[in-house]
């Protein structure tokens, strides 16, 4: 089991800057990738940012804007020159490793990108 919690959204102006944390607890050291995710109101839930042992993968959205990074059992997902559109809840996950591997995601946490 793995339990996640995100924390560090907010209201930010377009333009600004936002890191979102995602602390993982439980069965850490099983996890094999870290993800984040958001969903906008009135969208399908898509990934923004991925990270593996083997490297960092981004949507095309956010590409040149957010970096993701994690240590042990935290994830970070920093996100520049925000957007209007970048608006949404944004969720963490965590995917477990092998063939019974499992994904866990956590509560998420609301960005809003105003002016």
Request: with cysteine; hydrophobic share 35%.
């Amino acid at each position: 089991q793995v339990q996640l919690v995100e924390s560090g959204g907010g209201l930010v102006q377009p333009g600004g800057s936002l890191r979102l944390s995602c602390t993982a607890s439980g069965s850490v050291s099983s996890i094999g990738v870290m993800a984040w995710y958001r969903q906008a109101p009135g969208k399908q839930r898509e990934l923004v940012a991925a990270i593996t042992s083997g490297g960092r993968n981004y949507a095309d959205s956010v590409k040149g804007r957010a970096t993701i990074s994690r240590t042990k059992n935290l994830v970070y997902l920093q996100m520049d020159r925000l957007k209007p559109e970048d608006t949404a809840v944004y969720y963490c996950k965590a995917s477990t490793r092998g063939v019974n591997g499992l994904d866990y995601w956590g509560e998420g946490t609301v960005v809003t990108v105003s002016s």
